[in-house]
């Protein structure tokens, strides 16, 4: 291990500890404040009808705190961040327990199914928390031990989405830019998570669990258009960094701006120093890379990193130009996200 993937390692570890920090007691803070906002307002709670609307809210509020931190650049700029995260998380919660309102589920909407909710939807197994039984979906009690070891878990699982998913946080005001457009997506993908539970029967189970197994598993991010690569160990930091040199060629003219992202993220890439070299040289150069996103089919992490590189690469400039919007659809389309998804991301700002 490098110097480098050692300060990265201290990183992450920080990163997860101080978020997992901030989020004990969010989830039943968030219960309290939000039943009883609606017990003293009765008249605002709101019907399915308004879902979308609320998803939107919640999206739009949290790509602005997001675009709004001063994110330091170098590795420890996320560290610094971290009361951002945590706000963001909040209004996740706050929105999951506003969706399950819309669906009459008041008696159920407890720490235990905000948790499930958030769990399914950030690409770990809720099993420990949520099991679904064809129409239905028992939810378990957990004492406060397990419940810790599950915020370890989420708090890992968000350090990693949001250090693959902000790799321009090398740069000055971009990183801020990177995250709001990742906390855009997966705010409205816990939206839809909820939705998609909130739709089903509801029970609570009787039982307390003292401890846990906790299990993952990727994020459920379709890849059916991706062919599967039989080494999924391979670095998509490759074919990354090729898609973004090829996404500045298609309006016809390269920006110092953008030329400066990627020069950064290149240095900064898991590349040898010929590879280094051959990037850089082939940003000038005319022609265009032939992409293999098979690395991608085992890192949906890193495909949810791909396209916010790319939506925030696009804006660097000022300019968001119709055939950047095309390139980033057809590159998001082969990486296995829905034509809404791939929408909804590019039209963040922050």
Known sequence: MTKEDDV?????????NKLAEKMMGVFELVVSDRSGHFAKNPDKIPDKT????????????????????????????????????????????????????????????NKELLAGVLITAMGASAGSLLIMQGSKVLVKRVALRAFQQIIAMLAGKITQQALKSAISKWLPGVGAAAMAVWSNYLTRQVGKKAIEIFEKEIVLSEEIIEEIPLETKSLSVPTATISHSPTPSVSPDMPKVQTLIN???????????????????ISNAN??????????????????????????????????GLLVDMVTLAKRDGTFHITEKMFIKQVGKMLGFSDNDIDETMATTG
Do not use: C
């Open 8 to 16: 990265k390692a201290e990183v992450e570890n920080t990163l997860q």
């Open 50 to 109: 308004s879902v979308p609307s609320i998803i939107n809210s919640y999206s739009v509020t949290n790509a602005a705190i997001s675009g709004g931190a001063s994110l330091v650049p170098g590795p420890w700029g996320m560290v610094a961040v971290i009361p951002e995260i945590a706000a963001v998380i909040r209004n996740q919660l706050a929105m999951i327990y506003d969706i399950g309102m819309a669906y009459g589920k008041s008696k159920v909407l």
């Open 271 to 304: 590349l040898t120093e010929g590879e280094e070299a051959d990037l850089t040289q082939a940003i000038d150069k005319s022609g265009k890379f032939v992409v293999d996103y098979s690395a991608f089919a085992s890192s949906p992490d890193d495909a949810i």
């Open 247 to 265: 996404l500045i060629k298609v309006d016809g003219s390269i920006r110092a701006e953008e030329h400066e992202y990627l020069q950064t993220i």
